[in-house]
């Protein structure tokens, strides 16, 4: 399967997370699934980056691939972040430094609801890329980017 067409499909199941979801039985998290992806609300109760952006009231839900049990990607807000992973199953990896190099560099930092963001923003101010605390597993690359740039 192409990028741009998993592309798609998470727009369509962030579309149904969105406009539709279901509910988990246990916690009552928001959920929706389309075509192998699942968008599942943060839960609050975790101790993790996000979930305490969460329970600072912001949209925090994580995007899985379930054939793979793939975390790949992450919601914050309106913006919808893909993991680097996922672009390495599909290009090679001298390409994506070569495209997206410029991108982690010159990160400013800022703190909200106590997590640490570094971010690469736009010419809006949006983070185009993201790290929390400083970690790599916690990083994503804004899916617009990625469609402009990749796609």
């Known amino acids: ?3 741009a067409s998993q592309v798609e499909d998470i727009k369509q199941a962030i579309k149904k997370y969105r406009q539709n979801p279901g509910r988990t039985s246990k916690l009552g998290l928001r959920k929706a699934a389309y075509k192998g992806w699942l968008v599942l609300e943060q839960n609050p109760k975790r ?4 979930a305490r952006l969460h329970r600072a009231g ?3 839900a ?3 691939h379930q054939e793979d049990d793939l975390f790949a990607g992450f919601l914050i807000r309106d913006n919808i972040y893909l993991k680097p992973a996922v672009l390495e199953q599909h290009f090679d990896p ?3 430094n070569e495209t997206l190099t410029r991108y982690f560099e010159d990160m400013q930092t800022d703190t909200v609801a106590g997590v640490r963001l570094q ?3 736009d010419e809006k101010g ?3 890329v993201i790290r929390l605390e400083d970690r790599n597993i916690h990083m994503g690359i804004r899916l617009d980017l990625i469609e402009r740039v990749l796609l």
Do not use: N
């Not at 101790?47 to 996000?50: A, N």
């Open 119 to 121: 971010y690469h923003p």
């Open 94 to 96: 001298q390409i994506l």
């Open 1 to 3: 399967m192409t990028l």
């Open 62 to 64: 994580h995007l899985i």
């Open 47 to 50: 101790d993790s980056p996000y």
């Open 58 to 60: 912001i949209d925090v």
């Open 126 to 128: 949006k983070s185009m």
